[in-house]
């Protein structure tokens, strides 16, 4: 059971190039997430699918899209990658039911990515 | 919308005290979750303790305690005997509701605070 793994670990791009983190989940969870992480801050939502088909909006989805591929895989691709992009991006997934409703969320161990 | 504070950057404790690490919450949802992750130097997120808003007792996990105080809207995280394993990075999140009472899961994340357990 590997729970949420992504891929790849590290990756250094230069302004302007693209490229796809790849995020999976071996849980059958309905709903998966992409977050980054920058120095001294929070994690922030990029976007989530609620489910197989469906995907939306986060915090700060800007120079982001994903495509939900089945209920398993979800990626995030970078068109033209910033150096404001320099983050360190984690996957998660859940089954989130209700609010209030103990449902843990479970992360990826994160890609550490820097755009020169 | 939905806000976390953690207002202690950084915390510092000796080996095997007790200490508490500051959360205040600001939702106007009926139902929400509360939860806190670890984050050692490693980068994982390590999910340590849940309370749910409806939940009458403070949630236990271990060495872990929830002190949840839902009229302050606060929900402090209460690390007993701290170790040196302890020394990492602690976030608090909530996960609100949607339309119908449901959620999607989403979590909105406070900044963090550093703890640093002293030998």
């Known amino acids: 059971n590997a729970g949420v793994t992504q891929t790849p670990k590290f990756q250094v791009l230069k302004t302007g190039q693209s490229m796809t983190l790849q995020c999976a989940q071996d849980?059958?969870?309905?709903?998966m997430y992409w977050y980054r992480q920058d120095p001294g801050m929070g994690l922030r939502l990029i976007y989530y699918?609620?489910?197989?088909?469906?995907?939306d909006k986060g915090e700060v989805p800007n120079g982001y899209n994903v495509s939900r591929l089945n209920k398993r895989e979800f990626s995030l691709r970078l068109e033209s990658a910033a150096p404001s992009q320099t983050s360190v991006y984690f996957c998660?997934?859940?089954?989130?039911?209700?609010?209030?409703?103990?449902?843990?969320?479970?992360f990826g161990p994160g890609t550490r990515l820097t755009v020169l | 919308a939905q806000k976390i504070t953690q207002t202690q950057p950084g915390m510092f404790v000796q080996e095997k005290e007790a200490v508490t690490l500051d959360c205040t919450y600001d939702t106007s949802d009926p139902s929400y979750g509360l939860f806190w992750y670890k984050q050692p130097s490693s980068g994982e997120m390590i999910f340590l303790i849940y309370q749910g808003s409806y939940d009458q007792q403070n949630a236990t996990e271990g060495r872990y305690s929830l002190n949840f105080q839902k009229a302050r809207k606060s929900a402090n995280l209460v690390i007993s005997a701290s170790q040196l394993g302890d020394s990492a990075m602690y976030f608090c999140?909530?996960?609100?509701?949607?339309?119908?009472?449901?959620?999607?899961?989403?979590?909105?994340f406070g900044q963090g605070t550093i703890l640093t357990v002293h030998p």
């Open positions: 999140a909530m996960r609100g509701t949607n339309a119908g009472g449901t959620s999607y899961g989403k979590l909105t």
């Open positions: 849980m059958n969870h309905n709903s």
């Open positions: 699918s609620a489910s197989e088909g469906t995907t």
């Open positions: 998660a997934s859940s089954d989130p039911g209700l609010a209030s409703s103990y449902n843990e969320q479970f």
